[in-house]
């Protein structure tokens, strides 16, 4: 497994146990997964209660941010329920950008993230 996917990975594990609490229904498709759709999509994370979807949810890694994803990202958030992006901190600015430059910025919520090691 790459840096990038096990980065992903493990945010991935964490926002369920965070969000776990908020959403009592949460479908992941890790990487390279298809296990939960929506309408069609298979977004990193689906939230929702009493069946209903009420987020969609991707976690984007250092690599993962481009032009070519916004596309991806403007898909999501045209299904109708809010999409939610975490972000690595230091790449919330270009990722904010990218928003502005398709139009999306009003349509997404977007949380950071960092990783940091402590060594006893």
């Given amino acids: 497994m790459e840096y990038e996917d096990l980065t992903h990975e493990i945010i ?6 965070c969000l776990s609490r908020e959403y009592k229904e949460i479908g ?3 990487t390279g997964e298809k296990n939960t759709e929506y309408r069609g999509h298979y977004p990193d994370m689906i939230l929702g209660n009493q069946g209903m ?6 976690v984007e890694t250092a690599e993962s941010i ?11 958030s045209d299904l109708g329920v809010k999409l939610i992006l975490m ?20 349509k997404v919520s977007m949380g950071t993230y960092e990783i940091s090691v402590n060594m006893p």
């Fill in 66 to 76: 481009s032009e070519k994803r916004v596309d991806r990202w403007k898909e999501l």
């Fill in 87 to 106: 972000v690595p901190k230091d790449l919330k600015a270009k990722a904010t950008e990218l928003l502005w430059v398709k139009g999306l910025m009003g």
């Fill in 12 to 17: 991935l594990e964490h926002l369920k146990r």
């Fill in 28 to 30: 992941m498709n890790r």
């Fill in 53 to 58: 979807v009420l987020a969609l949810l991707e």
